[in-house]
């Protein structure tokens, strides 16, 4: 398994892992797949290519040559917020789960957020029913600070977003 932060050459690869994941896992992404699933590789590469600003990039986790999962780190740029980080849509191909490719993703992420000047912490959140992401991402350190009741509607359902911080400069 090798991770990298993705550039425009990925967007094919991506585009169909990313498709792949908000049809195995609705619940666990804001965007659906109908959002989605007409956009131009033109518009993905665009997407996924480190911003120049440094605002948001995109790991992938390979297996093999094959693009099997990926994570959005995002860094605010305003000043005011910009000793703060998040994670974003994380996911795993099906096939590929339970073999630490999450793990190794979520740790590359706070490695790179660590390595971000003077990013003090790094937040998520989480559909309060996803056991797997939650147990991931409490055995990493992060800790809950909030629930929001009814954060997602998809399929009739609402769920509520548990929202976790990692302090880096305590952990
Ligand atoms: C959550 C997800 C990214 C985990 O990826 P993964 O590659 O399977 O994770 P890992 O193999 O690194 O597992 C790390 C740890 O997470 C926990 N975990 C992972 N899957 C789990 C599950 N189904 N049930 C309970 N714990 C689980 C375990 O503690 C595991 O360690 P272990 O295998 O030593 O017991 C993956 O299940 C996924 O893509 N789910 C769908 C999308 C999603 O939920 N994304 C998160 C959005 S916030």
């Not at 917020?81 to 073999?99: D, K, S, T, Y």
């Not at 003090?120 to 009741?149: C, D, H, I, M």
């Amino acid at each position: 398994m090798t991770i990298r932060v993705l550039d425009a050459g990925d967007a094919a690869a991506y585009q169909r892992l990313r498709l792949l994941a908000l049809q195995d896992s609705p619940t666990a992404f804001s965007a659906s797949y109908e959002e989605e699933v007409g956009r131009s590789l033109d518009d993905v590469a665009a997407r996924i290519a480190p911003a120049p600003d440094g605002s948001i990039r995109m790991l992938g986790a390979f297996h093999g040559q094959a693009l099997a999962g990926f994570v959005a780190l995002i860094h605010p740029q305003r000043a005011k917020l910009r000793h703060g980080a998040e994670i974003a849509g994380m996911f795993v191909a099906p096939a590929q789960r339970r073999r630490g490719l999450g793990r190794a993703l979520l740790g590359a992420a706070i490695d790179q957020a660590r390595a971000l000047d003077g990013v003090r912490q790094l937040k998520l959140g989480v559909n309060a029913t996803n056991t797997a992401a939650r147990v991931l991402y409490e055995s990493a350190g992060f800790l809950p600070y909030g629930l929001e009741p009814d954060a997602l509607y998809v399929g009739g359902q609402f769920f509520g977003q548990a929202h976790y911080l990692l302090r880096l400069n305590q952990a």
